[in-house]
Protein backbone atom coordinates (compact mmCIF):
# COMPACT_ATOMS: atom_id res chain seq x y z
CA UNK A 1 0.00 0.00 0.00
CA UNK A 2 1.25 3.67 -1.32
CA UNK A 3 0.35 7.12 -1.10
CA UNK A 4 2.06 8.08 -4.49
CA UNK A 5 1.79 11.21 -6.44
CA UNK A 6 2.50 11.86 -10.23
CA UNK A 7 4.27 14.77 -11.16
CA UNK A 8 4.06 15.57 -14.68
CA UNK A 9 4.82 12.42 -15.71
CA UNK A 10 7.58 11.32 -12.60
CA UNK A 11 5.74 9.21 -10.12
CA UNK A 12 6.74 9.70 -6.86
CA UNK A 13 5.81 9.13 -3.07
CA UNK A 14 3.36 11.82 -2.16
CA UNK A 15 5.70 13.25 0.50
CA UNK A 16 8.19 13.74 -1.62
CA UNK A 17 6.39 15.45 -4.36
CA UNK A 18 7.30 19.69 -4.65
CA UNK A 19 5.78 22.34 -6.88
CA UNK A 20 7.29 25.83 -6.84
CA UNK A 21 5.63 28.31 -5.23
CA UNK A 22 4.31 30.51 -8.10
CA UNK A 23 2.15 27.88 -9.10
CA UNK A 24 -1.03 29.21 -9.85
CA UNK A 25 -3.15 26.48 -8.30
CA UNK A 26 -1.01 27.27 -4.66
CA UNK A 27 -1.31 30.81 -5.05
CA UNK A 28 -5.00 31.55 -6.07
CA UNK A 29 -6.90 28.45 -6.45
CA UNK A 30 -6.30 28.45 -10.10
CA UNK A 31 -7.03 24.94 -11.21
CA UNK A 32 -9.46 21.99 -11.17
CA UNK A 33 -9.69 18.39 -10.30
CA UNK A 34 -11.41 15.11 -10.77
CA UNK A 35 -11.62 12.36 -7.76
CA UNK A 36 -12.54 9.02 -9.25
CA UNK A 37 -11.71 5.31 -7.74
CA UNK A 38 -11.38 2.07 -8.40
CA UNK A 39 -13.91 -1.12 -8.07
CA UNK A 40 -12.49 -4.34 -8.19
CA UNK A 41 -9.30 -2.76 -9.38
CA UNK A 42 -10.91 -0.74 -12.56
CA UNK A 43 -11.35 2.95 -12.50
CA UNK A 44 -15.18 3.42 -12.44
CA UNK A 45 -16.90 6.14 -14.48
CA UNK A 46 -13.89 7.54 -16.07
CA UNK A 47 -15.09 8.95 -19.08
CA UNK A 48 -17.76 10.76 -17.47
CA UNK A 49 -15.02 12.45 -14.70
CA UNK A 50 -12.59 13.11 -17.86
CA UNK A 51 -15.54 15.02 -20.01
CA UNK A 52 -15.88 16.99 -16.78
CA UNK A 53 -12.85 17.85 -16.27
CA UNK A 54 -12.40 19.21 -19.52
CA UNK A 55 -15.86 21.25 -19.14
CA UNK A 56 -13.97 22.08 -16.59
CA UNK A 57 -11.11 23.65 -18.03
CA UNK A 58 -13.45 25.37 -20.43
CA UNK A 59 -14.69 27.07 -18.11
CA UNK A 60 -11.53 28.38 -16.44
CA UNK A 61 -10.26 29.38 -20.00
CA UNK A 62 -7.46 26.42 -19.11
CA UNK A 63 -6.16 24.90 -22.60
CA UNK A 64 -5.79 21.08 -21.98
CA UNK A 65 -1.92 19.60 -23.22
CA UNK A 66 -3.06 16.09 -22.14
CA UNK A 67 -5.49 13.92 -24.15
CA UNK A 68 -7.10 11.52 -22.47
CA UNK A 69 -5.08 8.50 -23.42
CA UNK A 70 -2.26 10.09 -22.15
CA UNK A 71 -4.24 11.24 -19.01
CA UNK A 72 -5.65 7.23 -18.38
CA UNK A 73 -1.93 6.49 -19.11
CA UNK A 74 -0.55 8.52 -15.91
CA UNK A 75 -3.09 7.29 -14.17
CA UNK A 76 -2.27 3.70 -14.80
CA UNK A 77 1.12 3.93 -14.15
CA UNK A 78 0.71 5.39 -11.11
CA UNK A 79 -2.21 3.09 -9.39
CA UNK A 80 0.46 -0.14 -11.21
CA UNK A 81 3.26 1.52 -8.92
CA UNK A 82 1.00 1.82 -5.69
CA UNK A 83 -0.49 -2.02 -5.83
CA UNK A 84 -3.60 -1.12 -4.01
CA UNK A 85 -6.26 -3.43 -3.51
CA UNK A 86 -8.30 -0.59 -4.48
CA UNK A 87 -7.59 3.08 -4.82
CA UNK A 88 -8.51 6.84 -4.41
CA UNK A 89 -7.25 8.37 -7.34
CA UNK A 90 -6.97 12.60 -7.10
CA UNK A 91 -6.18 14.30 -10.59
CA UNK A 92 -5.41 18.04 -10.25
CA UNK A 93 -4.51 20.71 -13.70
CA UNK A 94 -2.76 23.72 -12.03
CA UNK A 95 -2.63 27.06 -15.03
CA UNK A 96 1.36 25.86 -14.19
CA UNK A 97 4.24 28.28 -12.76
CA UNK A 98 3.38 31.95 -12.78
CA UNK A 99 6.47 34.80 -14.16
CA UNK A 100 5.34 36.58 -10.55
CA UNK A 101 2.38 36.40 -7.94
CA UNK A 102 -0.19 38.29 -9.94
CA UNK A 103 -3.44 36.86 -11.14
CA UNK A 104 -3.66 38.63 -14.48
CA UNK A 105 -3.10 35.96 -16.97
CA UNK A 106 -0.49 37.83 -18.94
CA UNK A 107 1.95 36.34 -16.06
CA UNK A 108 0.75 32.76 -16.62
CA UNK A 109 3.25 31.68 -19.37
CA UNK A 110 2.44 27.65 -18.40
CA UNK A 111 2.60 24.98 -19.33
CA UNK A 112 0.29 23.26 -17.03
CA UNK A 113 1.17 21.35 -14.15
CA UNK A 114 -0.21 17.87 -13.60
CA UNK A 115 -0.52 16.03 -10.23
CA UNK A 116 -2.17 12.52 -9.78
CA UNK A 117 -2.60 11.61 -6.23
CA UNK A 118 -3.58 7.71 -5.55
CA UNK A 119 -3.91 6.34 -2.08
CA UNK A 120 -5.95 3.36 -0.95
CA UNK A 121 -9.28 3.70 -0.90
CA UNK A 122 -10.52 5.10 2.58
CA UNK A 123 -13.61 3.16 3.69
CA UNK A 124 -16.90 5.34 3.14
CA UNK A 125 -19.41 6.77 5.79
CA UNK A 126 -21.61 4.47 7.20
CA UNK A 127 -24.34 7.51 7.90
CA UNK A 128 -24.38 11.39 8.24
CA UNK A 129 -25.33 13.76 10.01
CA UNK A 130 -26.26 17.00 8.47
CA UNK A 131 -26.28 20.58 9.35
CA UNK A 132 -28.37 22.88 7.30
CA UNK A 133 -25.38 26.09 7.77
CA UNK A 134 -25.55 30.02 7.30
CA UNK A 135 -22.95 30.05 4.71
CA UNK A 136 -24.26 30.29 1.29
CA UNK A 137 -22.85 28.37 -1.95
CA UNK A 138 -21.23 30.27 -4.32
CA UNK A 139 -23.27 32.11 -6.57
CA UNK A 140 -23.39 31.05 -10.34
CA UNK A 141 -22.38 34.76 -11.63
CA UNK A 142 -19.13 34.80 -8.72
CA UNK A 143 -17.31 31.21 -10.06
CA UNK A 144 -19.97 28.67 -11.02
CA UNK A 145 -20.17 25.40 -8.75
CA UNK A 146 -20.29 23.50 -11.76
CA UNK A 147 -16.86 23.63 -12.15
CA UNK A 148 -14.83 21.51 -10.10
CA UNK A 149 -11.97 24.04 -9.32
CA UNK A 150 -9.46 24.45 -6.88
CA UNK A 151 -11.11 26.89 -5.15
CA UNK A 152 -13.15 25.12 -2.26
CA UNK A 153 -12.54 27.92 0.68
CA UNK A 154 -16.34 28.27 1.01
CA UNK A 155 -16.75 24.03 1.93
CA UNK A 156 -14.02 24.10 4.07
CA UNK A 157 -15.37 26.74 5.97
CA UNK A 158 -18.54 24.95 5.31
CA UNK A 159 -17.78 21.41 6.70
CA UNK A 160 -15.95 23.16 9.67
CA UNK A 161 -19.23 25.08 11.02
CA UNK A 162 -20.85 21.89 10.68
CA UNK A 163 -18.23 20.18 12.41
CA UNK A 164 -18.47 22.78 15.49
CA UNK A 165 -22.26 21.83 15.21
CA UNK A 166 -21.60 17.92 16.14
CA UNK A 167 -22.33 17.04 12.41
CA UNK A 168 -20.28 15.38 10.25
CA UNK A 169 -21.22 17.36 6.75
CA UNK A 170 -22.93 20.49 5.92
CA UNK A 171 -26.18 21.24 3.17
CA UNK A 172 -25.57 24.77 1.91
CA UNK A 173 -28.06 26.78 0.77
CA UNK A 174 -28.68 29.79 -2.12
CA UNK A 175 -29.31 33.05 -1.36
CA UNK A 176 -33.23 32.28 -2.02
CA UNK A 177 -32.98 29.49 1.00
CA UNK A 178 -33.23 26.57 -1.61
CA UNK A 179 -31.13 23.30 -0.22
CA UNK A 180 -28.06 22.86 -2.95
CA UNK A 181 -25.43 20.53 -1.92
CA UNK A 182 -23.21 19.36 0.94
CA UNK A 183 -19.09 19.55 1.22
CA UNK A 184 -18.77 17.21 -1.40
CA UNK A 185 -21.47 14.95 -2.34
CA UNK A 186 -24.93 15.94 -3.86
CA UNK A 187 -28.21 15.46 -1.75
CA UNK A 188 -31.30 13.44 -2.14
CA UNK A 189 -34.55 13.58 -0.54
CA UNK A 190 -37.58 10.66 -0.05
CA UNK A 191 -41.04 12.36 0.64
CA UNK A 192 -44.16 10.20 0.00
CA UNK A 193 -42.47 7.65 -1.74
CA UNK A 194 -40.80 10.34 -4.53
CA UNK A 195 -37.04 10.97 -4.65
CA UNK A 196 -36.04 14.83 -4.89
CA UNK A 197 -32.84 16.24 -5.47
CA UNK A 198 -32.33 20.03 -6.49
CA UNK A 199 -32.04 20.69 -10.13
CA UNK A 200 -28.62 21.67 -11.40
CA UNK A 201 -29.65 25.04 -12.31
CA UNK A 202 -29.90 26.23 -8.66
CA UNK A 203 -25.98 26.14 -8.50
CA UNK A 204 -25.03 22.83 -7.93
CA UNK A 205 -22.02 20.66 -9.00
CA UNK A 206 -23.00 17.94 -11.92
CA UNK A 207 -22.05 14.80 -10.05
CA UNK A 208 -21.26 11.69 -11.69
CA UNK A 209 -21.98 9.93 -9.11
CA UNK A 210 -25.84 11.77 -8.81
CA UNK A 211 -26.45 11.43 -12.66
CA UNK A 212 -25.57 7.72 -12.40
CA UNK A 213 -28.08 7.07 -9.76
CA UNK A 214 -31.56 9.20 -11.22
CA UNK A 215 -30.89 7.13 -13.89
CA UNK A 216 -30.59 3.65 -12.35
CA UNK A 217 -33.47 4.82 -10.11
CA UNK A 218 -35.86 5.89 -12.75
CA UNK A 219 -34.72 2.53 -14.47
CA UNK A 220 -36.03 0.48 -11.65
CA UNK A 221 -39.28 2.66 -11.61
CA UNK A 222 -38.60 5.03 -8.73
CA UNK A 223 -40.33 8.48 -9.02
CA UNK A 224 -37.46 11.07 -9.04
CA UNK A 225 -37.70 14.84 -9.65
CA UNK A 226 -35.07 17.62 -9.82
CA UNK A 227 -37.03 20.29 -7.81
CA UNK A 228 -36.25 23.13 -5.44
CA UNK A 229 -36.22 22.21 -1.97
CA UNK A 230 -36.28 23.94 1.23
CA UNK A 231 -34.36 24.02 4.28
CA UNK A 232 -37.69 22.63 5.85
CA UNK A 233 -38.34 19.97 3.29
CA UNK A 234 -35.07 18.61 4.26
CA UNK A 235 -36.05 18.93 7.87
CA UNK A 236 -39.61 16.81 7.33
CA UNK A 237 -38.49 14.66 4.76
CA UNK A 238 -38.98 10.26 5.64
CA UNK A 239 -35.45 9.72 4.53
CA UNK A 240 -32.53 11.81 3.26
CA UNK A 241 -29.13 10.72 1.67
CA UNK A 242 -26.10 11.92 0.09
CA UNK A 243 -24.30 10.64 -3.27
CA UNK A 244 -20.71 11.08 -4.29
CA UNK A 245 -18.03 8.93 -6.05
CA UNK A 246 -16.63 8.02 -2.60
CA UNK A 247 -19.91 7.63 -0.56
CA UNK A 248 -21.89 6.08 -3.30
CA UNK A 249 -25.20 6.41 -0.90
CA UNK A 250 -24.32 7.40 2.56
CA UNK A 251 -28.11 7.51 4.81
CA UNK A 252 -28.38 10.84 6.62
CA UNK A 253 -29.44 10.01 10.15
CA UNK A 254 -29.70 13.75 11.89
CA UNK A 255 -30.70 17.22 10.14
CA UNK A 256 -29.91 20.22 12.61
CA UNK A 257 -29.46 17.84 15.31
CA UNK A 258 -32.78 15.69 14.77
CA UNK A 259 -33.41 12.56 13.70
CA UNK A 260 -34.80 11.75 10.72
CA UNK A 261 -37.39 9.13 11.69
CA UNK A 262 -36.00 7.14 14.12
CA UNK A 263 -32.60 8.43 13.75
CA UNK A 264 -31.36 5.43 12.39
CA UNK A 265 -30.98 5.00 8.15
CA UNK A 266 -33.58 4.33 6.12
CA UNK A 267 -35.10 1.29 4.74
CA UNK A 268 -35.13 2.94 1.16
CA UNK A 269 -31.74 4.41 1.35
CA UNK A 270 -30.36 1.07 3.04
CA UNK A 271 -31.85 -0.75 0.34
CA UNK A 272 -30.68 1.94 -2.24
CA UNK A 273 -26.93 1.34 -1.36
CA UNK A 274 -26.58 -1.97 -1.71
CA UNK A 275 -28.41 -2.23 -5.22
CA UNK A 276 -26.44 0.52 -6.15
CA UNK A 277 -22.87 -0.72 -5.45
CA UNK A 278 -23.81 -3.44 -6.83
CA UNK A 279 -24.77 -1.95 -10.67
CA UNK A 280 -21.62 -0.12 -10.28
CA UNK A 281 -19.20 -3.12 -9.42
CA UNK A 282 -20.89 -5.04 -13.12
CA UNK A 283 -20.64 -1.76 -14.73
CA UNK A 284 -16.73 -0.90 -13.54
CA UNK A 285 -16.15 -4.68 -14.35
CA UNK A 286 -17.78 -5.19 -17.84
CA UNK A 287 -17.67 -1.45 -19.01
CA UNK A 288 -15.34 0.91 -17.45
CA UNK A 289 -12.23 -1.72 -16.83
CA UNK A 290 -12.21 -3.10 -20.81
CA UNK A 291 -12.37 0.66 -22.29
CA UNK A 292 -9.59 1.10 -19.66
CA UNK A 293 -7.78 -1.11 -21.33
CA UNK A 294 -8.44 -0.28 -25.06
CA UNK A 295 -6.67 3.28 -24.39
CA UNK A 296 -3.94 2.21 -22.81
Same mark, same amino acid.
Given at each position: ???L????????????????????????G?????V???????????????????????????????????????I??T????????????L????????????????????????????????????AR????G?????????????????? /???????A????????????????????????????L?????????? /??????????????????????D????????????R????V???????????????D????????P?P???????E?????????R????????S??
Open positions: MANCNLDGEIVPEAAARIPVLDRGFLFDSIYEVRTRGGAVFGWREHLQRLRASADGLGLRLDLDDAAIVRRDALRAAGNAESYVRIVTRGTGSAPSIDLGAAPGPLRWIVLVRELPPGPMTLQIIRLRNDRRALDPAIKSGNY /LNNVLGLEAKAAGATDCLFLDAQGHATEASTSNVFLRSGRLLTPP /LGVGILAGVTRALLIDFCRARGTVLEADVTADAVTADEFLSSTLRDVTPVTHVGMPVRDGRGFAERLRAFAAACDRRADQDGPAWRVL
